[in-house]
């Protein structure tokens, strides 16, 4: 079965530093992955995806997330955080496209001004 | 328009009781799901529903139930509500087989006395 773990429950920030978020799957095959962004009383909302090609994938608000098998991760990285980001960050991880998704279980990011 | 809505965003009830949340999607997405988000924020699936299949987490009690009237709703309904049913309720759609993209709802918080 697979798994995900997001090693950071919490993580603080200042404004305009730069943000790794951690995410470790465990699945026998090459994986599908996600990460999804929820604002506070909010759905979530797909920042990036993996399924195959180029290890490091380029996502909505400046967000990017890369692929190392070897390491079995997934981290999120953005450059320079904004206020605005302040959220909850998961990584997900699925079997194949369709199906459903197995969630980690979140890291609350808050940024300092 | 909201591509993905659910009904009612609160609800509050007393143990034993029988209710249900209302999702619908305008999205011409052909599964759509149930997650349970509970205190710790851990997302869990609990169902995946199109039109020829119902795939069912098997930890999920059989006092919860999916019900598709069709293709763009997918109503939950739990039955004897216990106090460990409080949580965020998501509902979410997405091309079977396609993208893998989860279009989320805005969840409903649904508090059990």
């Known amino acids: 079965a697979q798994s995900v773990t997001q090693p950071d429950i919490h993580i603080t920030v200042s404004e305009g530093a730069s943000l790794e978020l951690r995410c470790n799957y465990s699945?026998?095959?090459?994986?599908?992955l996600f990460w999804y962004v929820q604002s506070p009383g909010q759905g979530l909302q797909l920042l990036l995806k993996?399924?195959?090609?180029?290890?490091l994938v380029q996502g909505i608000k400046g967000f990017e997330a890369e692929f190392k098998r070897s390491q079995s991760s997934f981290n999120l990285r953005k450059p320079s955080v904004h206020w605005s980001d302040a959220a909850e960050y998961f990584c997900?991880?699925?079997?194949?496209?369709?199906?459903?998704?197995?969630f980690g279980g979140g890291t609350r990011l808050m940024v300092k001004p | 328009d909201t591509a993905v809505s659910q009904t009612p965003k609160y609800l509050v009830t007393q143990m034993g009781n029988d209710k249900s949340i209302k999702c619908e999607q305008n999205?011409?997405?052909?599964?759509m799901y149930w997650y349970k988000q509970d205190s710790k924020k851990f997302l869990k699936i609990m169902f995946s529903?199109?039109?020829?299949?119902?795939?069912i987490n098997e930890t999920v009690p059989n006092r919860f139930s999916p019900k598709s009237p069709d293709k763009a709703h997918l109503n939950l309904h739990i039955n004897s509500l216990e106090l460990g049913d409080s949580a965020v309720y998501f509902c979410?759609?997405?091309?079977?087989?396609?993208?893998?993209?989860?279009?989320f709802g805005e969840g409903s918080r649904l508090t059990v006395l």
């Open positions: 699945y026998g095959a090459t994986p599908y």
């Open positions: 997900a991880v699925g079997a194949n496209a369709g199906n459903m998704l197995t």
């Open positions: 999205l011409g997405h052909d599964t």
């Open positions: 979410a759609s997405s091309h079977g087989g396609g993208t893998g993209e989860l279009f």
């Open positions: 529903y199109n039109n020829k299949e119902l795939i």
């Open positions: 993996y399924f195959s090609g180029d290890t």
